[in-house]
């Protein structure tokens, strides 16, 4: 089905492995071409619930963008190339209504690092390595970088990364607020599928409400907190919020639909 991607989906969770290890798992117009169709699925999939994104093997989760197709372009080129990817792959992924975590095994450098903040949130394995070093090549992050690692990081960690272009291991990317866990490697996959499994168990349909709120916060919305409050008041229209409730009252374990 995919190139560049291998797809497995099991009870509800939808694993997107970046399948070209003998490029680092680098992202060229294939591997963009796939997640963005990756990405349609579990929008439109109903027996998808969540997804991981990780990379094949255990040097890289993404190493970056394949420097090779960025020779030659022009400035309207260069200006499309950022705006399709953020457009059908980054944003696509940040705005999913279902969670989608990165699994990070290995580098994430450039677009590889930009991929794994698009995420929802971050699992990384002990070896992994995140960087912006896009100042080595005369350029800056393309795919939401400035933004979302500033938005991570605070605003002085995210000016010294991308402009040294240093690297940063997990253990220091989950000080940073980068990474919220650190597993071994031999346990990141399945460490990831337990927190996923723990998400698909609350209210799928009050889920997509905390991502889009969250995603609010993270951007400054000024209609952030207006956008709160009406998503609130929409969950009383649902019957999961009315199985929550009264599974609380009635002390058992609530049984959500997604409806």
């Known amino acids: 089905m995919y190139q560049t ?10 694993t997107i492995t970046i ?16 997640l963005s169709n990756a990405i349609d699925e579990v929008y439109k999939n109903p027996e998808i619930k969540t997804a991981i994104i990780t990379g ?81 090549l005369g350029l800056i992050p393309g795919y939401g970088g400035t933004q979302r690692l500033t938005q991570l990081v605070g605003k002085g960690k995210g000016m010294e990364l991308m ?45 997509a409400k905390i991502i889009s709120c969250v995603n609010d916060a993270a951007i400054s919305d000024k209609d952030g907190f207006a956008n709160e409050i009406k998503r609130f008041g929409d969950c009383f229209a649902t019957e999961d919020m009315s199985e929550g409730t009264n599974a609380f009252l009635e002390k058992r374990k609530a049984i959500f639909k997604g409806k």
């Open 163 to 207: 402009m040294t272009a240093d690297m940063v291991g997990a253990d220091e990317a989950k000080a940073l607020g980068l990474v919220n866990h650190v597993f071994v490697q031999a346990e990141l996959l399945q460490k990831a599928k337990e927190i996923l499994q723990k998400i698909q168990n609350k209210a799928p349909l009050a889920i």
């Open 19 to 34: 399948n070209r290890p003998d490029k680092m798992n680098a992202l060229n117009k294939d591997v963009i071409e796939d």
């Open 56 to 136: 094949a093997g255990e040097k890289a989760f993404v190493a970056g963008a394949d420097i090779s197709e960025f020779t030659g372009l022009s400035k309207d080129a260069g200006t499309e190339l950022a705006y399709m990817g953020q457009k059908n792959v980054f944003d696509k992924i940040q705005n999913a209504p279902k969670p989608i975590i990165a699994a990070v095994n290995g580098f994430a450098l450039g677009g590889g690092c930009e991929l794994a903040m698009s995420c929802h949130f971050r699992v990384a394995s002990e070896n992994a390595k995140f960087g912006q070093p896009e100042v080595n």
């Open 5 to 14: 991607l291998l797809t497995d989906l099991q009870n509800g969770i939808y």
